[in-house]
C-alpha cells in the first residue's frame, strides 16, 4: 500500500511570504502528525491532527497552522516566513493511539 | 517536559561487530518507547516499540531493552554491516494521550569495512 505522500519535496520562499505544505497520509489512518527537523533541534513536534481535530499541540508560534480534511489529509501553513523557518517538514500518519508512526519522505522548505 | 539523551557523538563500529546505542530520558516514565531509523535527507523509519511491562524486544539483528528503573533504553545492532550506517532516534510518547512523540537528538552510527 502507498506510503505518506508530501508534497512538494522542495520549496524557496521569500522572508515574509506565506507557504502551505500538504501530507496525505497511509489509507485509514486518521492520525496525522506533523514535525519540524533542524540540524541545531533535532526534531520537533508541530501538531497532530485526529479525525479534523487538533489533538495536540507543540510550543511553536502561531504562524505555524494546520488543519486536517474529511478524508484525512492535511496541510500545514507557515505565515510570515522567517530566516529561521528553513527545515524540514515531516509528516507522520499513525493507525491507532500508541502505534508507530509512518514518516513521508519530507518538505525541504528553505526561506531566502 | 521529557527530556531524552542520546550520544550526540558519532559511534563508529567495524562490520561484524554489536553496536550499542544509548537512550536515557528523565521527569515521568513512559508507557514505550520507540526506536527509528533515519537516513540523510529522509524520514524516520520505524524500527521497533517496546512497552513498560516489557524488558527486551527483538527484531532480526535488533534488540531492544527498557529499564524503567533506570530510565533507559539500550538499542543493539548483532553483526552490523555498513548499511546499517544512519542516524538512530528515540522516541517516546506524550503522556496526555494522542500519538505526539517527542525526540532524542538521535546516534549517528558509522558501520566501517
Known amino acids: 500500500k502507498a506510503g505518506v505522500t508530501q508534497t512538494p519535496r522542495y520549496l524557496i520562499k521569500t522572508r515574509g511570504q506565506q507557504v502551505t505544505l500538504s501530507c496525505s497520509p497511509i489509507?485509514?489512518?486518521?492520525?496525522v502528525s506533523w514535525y519540524q527537523q533542524t540540524p541545531g533541534q533535532g526534531l520537533q513536534f508541530l501538531f497532530e491532527?485526529?479525525?479534523?481535530?487538533?489533538?495536540n499541540k507543540g510550543n511553536f508560534p502561531g504562524r505555524f497552522s494546520g488543519r486536517q480534511f474529511s478524508n484525512s489529509r492535511s496541510e500545514m501553513n507557515v505565515s510570515t516566513l522567517e530566516l529561521g523557518d528553513s527545515a524540514l517538514y515531516l509528516c507522520?500518519?499513525?493507525?491507532?493511539?500508541?502505534?508507530?508512526?509512518?514518516f513521508g519522505q519530507g518538505t525541504r522548505l528553505t526561506v531566502v | 517536559s521529557q527530556k531524552i539523551e542520546q550520544n550526540s557523538e558519532a559511534l563508529n563500529i567495524q562490520e561484524g561487530k554489536t553496536a550499542t546505542l544509548t537512550c536515557n530520558y528523565t521527569?515521568?516514565?513512559?508507557?514505550?518507547l520507540q526506536w527509528y531509523r533515519q537516513d540523510p535527507g529522509r524520514g524516520p523509519v520505524f524500527l521497533l516499540l517496546?512497552?513498560?511491562?516489557?524488558k527486551e524486544k527483538r527484531k532480526e539483528r535488533l534488540k531492544v531493552t527498557f529499564d524503567t528503573t533506570l530510565k533507559q533504553s539500550l538499542f543493539h545492532i548483532t553483526a552490523s554491516q555498513p548499511a546499517d550506517s544512519a542516524t538512530y532516534l528515540c522516541?517516546?510518547?506524550?503522556?496526555?494521550?494522542?500519538?505526539?512523540?517527542?525526540f532524542g537528538t538521535g546516534t549517528q552510527l558509522k558501520v566501517e569495512l
Open positions: 507522520a500518519s499513525s493507525l491507532a493511539v500508541d502505534t508507530e508512526a509512518f
Open positions: 489509507s485509514g489512518h486518521r492520525s
Open positions: 491532527y485526529f479525525s479534523e481535530t487538533q489533538r
Open positions: 521527569n515521568y516514565s513512559p508507557a514505550y
Open positions: 517496546i512497552r513498560e511491562n516489557e
Open positions: 522516541a517516546l510518547p506524550n503522556p496526555g494521550g494522542g500519538n505526539k512523540l517527542t
